[in-house]
């Protein structure tokens, strides 16, 4: 559907689960939105790790690898909202917060607002005749957010490492599914193998090592959520020929199974789907 409105891609809810995460991973075309609606937890992108509680909202462009993880005694609740074609002046396209300003955004007094925009797209997006409605109502949530005058600020500098981590980050997210020796990461950047690791978990919080496991974590859990791909191809396409070893490092990050996994968050899709259809009849 083309209109003068945001594209409703997917809707996503978060329901509190004790240990829950999602490793890094980013969508290269769209924009999520995530309204956090009960919990706590930790947000990272960017090379800084960021608290997020009920009442703010995550606002992540395209292309911005991204990890949440919710606190054990008060996990997270949140809608995730991926959409495109939307448009703002002086923004590139699908972005909802200039480039490098702060993801992270309070909704402040707006949220019982915004909680309702949020909740009507979550319940209606699939159902038949509403998906422009649902862009209009986005579009004006954004709208919303803009005003509040918080995305607007001026970029925030980065802490630290302001050329090499970057570029080491921007390489690693592109080339996640491939082997990634840090002794040839390190020649690659003209830097030592010591002076690289230690840089990097000064700047991001990981080593360079859990940085990509984490990747193609993310990675293999977005596959498995929103594509159909045979289990074994995804394991291959984030670098893992082994698939035992897939099962066992994604076993134990995401705490299940890739097959259970899928399962849980195909039925929690489809529940919202047979809810939709059922409040249009």
């Known amino acids: 559907m083309e209109s003068g409105y945001p594209v409703i891609r997917e809707v996503v809810y978060v329901a509190p689960q004790e240990n829950w995460s999602f490793p890094l991973h980013k969508h290269e075309e769209a924009a999520e939105l995530s309204l956090i609606i009960g919990g706590r937890g930790t947000f990272y992108c960017g090379g800084e790790h960021r608290r997020v509680e009920k009442g703010m909202l995550v606002l992540k462009n395209p292309g911005l690898s ?12 949140q809608i995730c909202i991926e959409a495109e074609n939307i448009r703002a002046k002086g923004l590139p396209e699908n972005c909802v917060v200039p480039p490098g300003a702060d993801p992270v955004v309070p909704a402040g007094e707006d949220f019982a607002f915004l909680r309702a925009c949020f909740e009507f797209i979550m319940h209606n997006s699939e ?7 649902c862009g209009k109502v986005l579009d004006a949530a954004i709208e919303l957010i803009r005003r509040r005058g918080a995305p607007e600020a001026e970029k925030r500098p980065a802490k630290g490492e302001a050329e090499l981590i970057p570029a080491v980050l921007e390489y690693i997210d592109a080339h996640y599914h491939e082997k990634i020796v ?36 993310g990675e293999a859990q977005r596959m498995l959520i929103f594509e159909d791909g045979d289990i074994k191809d995804i394991a291959r396409r984030c670098g893992y020929e082994d ?35 059922e409040r249009a009849e």
């Open 127 to 133: 159902r038949p005749g509403f998906e422009q409605l």
């Open 243 to 277: 698939i035992q070893y897939f099962y066992h490092v994604f076993k134990s990050c995401a705490h299940c199974a890739p097959a259970e996994f899928r399962r849980r968050y195909k039925t929690a899709l489809q529940k919202r789907s047979v809810n939709a259809s």
């Open 182 to 217: 840090i002794k040839d990461l390190a020649a690659a950047f003209y830097v030592s193998e010591g002076n690289l690791s230690r840089r990097f978990k000064k700047h991001t919080g990981f080593t360079i090592n859990n940085y990509i496991v984490s990747k193609r974590m």
């Open 66 to 77: 991204h990890s949440e993880k919710s606190d054990g005694e008060d996990p997270l609740e």
